[in-house]
């Protein structure tokens, strides 16, 4: 009897270990929550030295963990930038060169590589996507969303998909209304909004641009759009999350919420209309920049949208935007207020990034496209409790190629290969060679335009990748010049004084170009700097 009762004590310990044990293992598989914005810029946060825009939960979430002072788009342009964050990769070798190579545009070599949440996905993870997409459609088939179709047919994961299952939401909400005196239709929600003086169709009734078959893109839309703040695309966007959240609580996911805001059309809703007073909006110290030693100065049609150059009607557009971002900042509360209230936090790495800045009237310019810091630098927070630190604050430089490989290394999912490097030795100050410098790419116009940018200790170097280009070469020096206003290459007389540096700068740029084994290291090499 006695032999008995000592074996059931031994199977029931042994139970109890291997009960024990699988519980831990669930409990160190961490989910993944990533929240992307769309053109938000790295000091459109109070935290980043903002003095008018109030973001609490963007601060907050770098409180709990670490924010990135130095954090630079792959390239600034909203398709590349998140192939690039994505996959893992350099633009140059996912071959995403523009936003028309999105969705299923028909051209061999695009993106082959996975994704991490296809690689999630082959792990176990349950993995759901929310927002933007603007990426491959062949790797959206992952995504586990309970609804990939719109009612007309069109999937969210194809070009403004989530635009088409966001009508879906209005039509049952916010019906269609007739236009009053003064208001136009915007063209994402189909809805009202109130012109301000920075529309390009201020003044116009929808009879006369119907008359003239006028055409506006998103940036020429501005002013308040007339929807209750419970049916916009942010609001929308954030709930899909939250339901996302409340769903997979029990299991082990990975979710993206991707924000279109602070992208265009820049038409907050009522109380982000006007919460910062354009009265009180100050305009960009560079707005007055003739850019006659740029390689800029004609980009993003800036001497035909002069008003962008026009220091008291730029307001009206910075006021919106801080209104679009502190939209977003509240629905980033409520979404990190839900994963707190599921007992999720302390499991679940947070990924807080935007895919590229906007230039906002610096340099009399809209929009991105550009090497200024407005356009490539950008926020990025990673909270993570069980490894990373409260407070954390990261001054190395680092792109968001790196993300891929940080988050495999946190979510502990052996490495795959990638152009990028895990934070975590950043983070941990155990890496001191990651963090040296930072390159952002763009190969839009061949040698038109520049090709690269890299930072390194407070200097940026712009230069084109052919060693023909008449394209101005570029350096600033930030510690002494942040407003990037002194090129001291180009037509500077005493540029040969910045040899020197220059030639530090490219030297670093070549080992990041052979590293990736790039087409362009010889032009590089060739290219005449001063």
Same mark, same amino acid.
């Given at each position: 009897?006695? /032999?008995? =009762? !000592?074996?059931?004590? $031994? +199977?029931?310990?042994?139970?109890?270990?291997?009960?024990?044990?699988?519980? &831990?293992?669930?409990?160190?598989?961490?989910?993944?929550?990533?929240?992307?914005?769309?053109?938000?810029?790295?000091?459109?946060?109070?935290?980043?030295?903002?003095?008018?825009?109030?973001?609490?939960?963007?601060?907050?979430?770098?409180?709990?963990?670490?924010?990135?002072?130095?954090?630079?788009?792959?390239?600034?342009?909203?398709?590349?930038?998140?192939?690039?964050?994505?996959?893992?990769?350099?633009?140059?070798?996912?071959?995403?060169?523009?936003?028309?190579?999105?969705?299923?545009?028909?051209?061999?070599?695009?993106?082959?590589?996975?994704?991490?949440?296809?690689?999630?996905?082959?792990?176990?993870?349950?993995?759901?996507?929310?927002?933007?997409?603007?990426?491959?459609?062949?790797?959206?088939?992952?995504?586990?969303?309970?609804?990939? /179709?719109? =009612? !007309?047919?069109?999937? $969210? +994961?194809?070009?403004?998909?989530?635009?088409?299952?966001?009508?879906?939401? &209005?039509?049952?909400?916010?019906?269609?209304?007739?236009?009053?005196?003064?208001?136009?239709?915007?063209?994402?929600?189909?809805?009202?909004?109130?012109?301000?003086?920075?529309?390009?169709?201020?003044?116009?009734?929808?009879?006369?641009?119907?008359?003239?078959?006028?055409?506006?893109?998103?940036?020429?839309?501005?002013?308040?759009?007339?929807?209750?703040?419970?049916?916009?695309?942010?609001?929308?966007?954030?709930?899909?999350?939250?339901?996302?959240?409340?769903?997979?609580?029990?299991?082990?996911?990975?979710?993206?919420?991707?924000?279109?805001?602070?992208?265009?059309?820049?038409?907050?809703?009522?109380?982000?209309?006007?919460?910062?007073?354009?009265?009180?909006?100050?305009?960009?110290?560079?707005?007055?920049?003739?850019?006659?030693?740029?390689?800029?100065?004609?980009?993003?049609?800036?001497?035909?949208?002069?008003?962008?150059?026009?220091?008291?009607?730029?307001?009206?557009?910075?006021?919106?935007?801080?209104?679009?971002?502190?939209?977003?900042?509240?629905?980033?509360?409520?979404?990190?207020?839900?994963?707190?209230?599921?007992?999720?936090?302390?499991?679940?790495?947070?990924?807080?990034?935007?895919?590229?800045?906007?230039?906002?009237?610096?340099?009399?310019?809209?929009?991105?496209?550009?090497?200024?810091?407005?356009?490539?630098?950008?926020?990025?927070?990673?909270?993570?409790?069980?490894?990373?630190?409260?407070?954390?604050?990261?001054?190395?430089?680092?792109?968001?190629?790196?993300?891929?490989?940080?988050?495999?290394?946190?979510?502990?999912?052996?490495?795959?290969?990638?152009?990028?490097?895990?934070?975590?030795?950043?983070?941990?100050?155990?890496?001191?060679?990651?963090?040296?410098?930072?390159?952002?790419?763009?190969?839009?116009?061949?040698?038109?335009?520049?090709?690269?940018?890299?930072?390194?200790?407070?200097?940026?170097?712009?230069?084109?990748?052919?060693?023909?280009?008449?394209?101005?070469?570029?350096?600033?020096?930030?510690?002494?010049?942040?407003?990037?206003?002194?090129?001291?290459?180009?037509?500077?007389?005493?540029?040969?004084?910045?040899?020197?540096?220059?030639?530090?700068?490219?030297?670093?740029?070549?080992?990041?170009?052979?590293?990736?084994?790039?087409?362009?290291?010889?032009?590089?090499?060739?290219?005449?700097?001063?």
């Amino acid at each position: 009897m006695k /032999t008995v =009762n !000592n074996f059931w004590k $031994v +199977f029931m310990l042994i139970a109890f270990v291997l009960l024990t044990s699988n519980l &831990l293992a669930q409990k160190k598989k961490p989910n993944l929550l990533f929240i992307i914005t769309d053109q938000q810029r790295f000091d459109a946060m109070s935290i980043a030295g903002n003095k008018v825009l109030k973001t609490p939960n963007m601060d907050r979430l770098a409180k709990q963990g670490a924010r990135f002072k130095n954090a630079y788009t792959p390239c600034a342009v909203c398709g590349p930038a998140r192939s690039s964050i994505l996959t893992g990769t350099t633009v140059e070798n996912n071959g995403m060169k523009v936003n028309e190579y999105a969705y299923g545009f028909k051209k061999d070599g695009l993106m082959p590589m996975p994704t991490f949440d296809e690689i999630l996905t082959g792990k176990g993870y349950h993995c759901e996507y929310y927002g933007k997409w603007h990426t491959r459609t062949s790797h959206a088939g992952v995504y586990k969303n309970p609804q990939v /179709t719109a =009612n !007309n047919g069109k999937s $969210v +994961f194809g070009p403004e998909g989530q635009s088409h299952i966001y009508m879906d939401f &209005l039509d049952k909400n916010s019906p269609k209304r007739e236009l009053k005196e003064g208001e136009l239709y915007d063209q994402f929600s189909k809805r009202p909004y109130k012109t301000n003086i920075l529309d390009k169709a201020h003044g116009m009734t929808d009879a006369e641009i119907k008359e003239k078959q006028l055409k506006f893109i998103q940036p020429d839309l501005n002013g308040e759009l007339l929807i209750d703040k419970e049916y916009s695309m942010t609001a929308f966007q954030a709930k899909q999350t939250i339901e996302a959240l409340e769903r997979l609580k029990d299991s082990t996911f990975s979710i993206t919420c991707s924000f279109h805001s602070p992208h265009a059309p820049m038409l907050p809703t009522a109380p982000y209309y006007n919460m910062y007073p354009i009265k009180n909006m100050k305009a960009p110290v560079s707005i007055a920049d003739e850019m006659l030693n740029s390689p800029y100065r004609r980009t993003n049609g800036r001497l035909e949208h002069t008003v962008y150059a026009d220091p008291e009607k730029v307001k009206y557009m910075i006021s919106a935007y801080y209104g679009l971002v502190k939209e977003v900042d509240d629905w980033v509360g409520k979404i990190l207020d839900k994963v707190e209230e599921l007992g999720l936090a302390e499991n679940t790495l947070v990924i807080f990034t935007s895919d590229h800045g906007e230039m906002l009237g610096s340099h009399g310019m809209r929009e991105k496209n550009v090497f200024y810091e407005e356009s490539a630098h950008i926020p990025l927070i990673i909270r993570y409790p069980e490894q990373i630190k409260k407070g954390e604050v990261v001054k190395g430089y680092m792109s968001t190629i790196d993300l891929f490989a940080t988050i495999l290394d946190y979510l502990n999912i052996e490495e795959h290969k990638s152009d990028g490097k895990s934070l975590r030795g950043l983070i941990e100050r155990s890496d001191p060679g990651h963090g040296e410098y930072v390159v952002t790419e763009w190969d839009y116009r061949g040698d038109t335009e520049p090709n690269y940018m890299i930072v390194k200790d407070g200097w940026k170097l712009i230069i084109p990748y052919t060693e023909s280009s008449k394209v101005i070469n570029v350096l600033y020096n930030l510690n002494k010049d942040p407003y990037e206003m002194n090129n001291l290459l180009g037509d500077n007389p005493e540029r040969q004084k910045y040899a020197g540096r220059a030639e530090d700068l490219r030297k670093s740029l070549l080992e990041w170009l052979r590293k990736n084994k790039s087409a362009h290291v010889e032009g590089v090499e060739k290219r005449k700097l001063y």
